[in-house]
């Protein structure tokens, strides 16, 4: 069940020790709000963290903890959202961003830098950032709808099954009530006997 796993991560995530730029937001983030387990929440956020994770910028969690607080949505998951792009995919996807965005800029494909961080970007390559900035909003808001529309479709499928287990759940047990109900009806009673009955 998708509330359950998402309440789990929000847990966890509140009771875990925060980054240093995150302490000046603890007592805003305490609020129950913004680790509330819902779909809205849910969904809101994982657009939230997906999207951002896609932009070539530093601090990319500080980022999407802002947005989560200005949209008030779960930021345990808004958070962990930004994770898309990790050590190990980072390269390939906003590789894949840049030659996007120099498509649309109609930019020639420069060399990419075999040494890819936030620091390279900042550094003597001004037109490879502007055109990854541009490809990873364009594959960011691509992606985050994606992950938006397949999260509600989850959570939806997920709360009909569960509804659809209870209601035959009930059924079964309003069977068995009834089942009883007519045994009892059934079965004759020692006190309706005849005088003489007892003596047969």
């Not at 894949?96 to 620091?119: C, H, K, Q």
Request: net charge positive.
């Amino acid at each position: 069940m998708p509330r359950q796993y998402f309440t789990k991560v929000s847990r966890r995530y509140r009771q875990k020790e925060q980054p240093w730029y995150l302490h000046p937001l603890r007592y805003v983030m305490d609020h129950p709000v913004y680790f509330s387990v819902n779909r809205k929440t849910v969904t809101r956020a994982i657009w939230i963290g997906v999207f951002v994770s896609f932009i070539p910028i530093p601090m990319q969690m500080l980022v999407a903890v802002l947005l989560a607080l200005l949209a008030r949505v779960n930021i345990a998951v808004a958070a962990i959202g930004v994770w898309v792009t990790n050590p190990f995919t980072m390269v390939p996807l906003f590789y894949l961003a840049y030659r996007l965005g120099a498509v649309m800029l109609n930019m020639p494909i420069e060399p990419w830098p075999t040494d890819m961080d936030f620091s390279s970007f900042s550094k003597d390559m001004g037109a490879i950032w502007k055109a990854t900035l541009y490809g990873g909003i364009f594959v960011g808001l691509s992606s985050a709808t994606v992950c938006y529309i397949a999260a509600n479709a989850i959570w939806r499928f997920s709360t009909a099954v569960k509804y659809r287990e209870r209601r035959v759940l009930r059924r079964r047990r309003s069977q068995i009530v009834r089942d009883r109900r007519n045994e009892k009806s059934a079965t004759p009673d020692a006190s309706h006997e005849g005088p003489g009955d007892s003596n047969l």
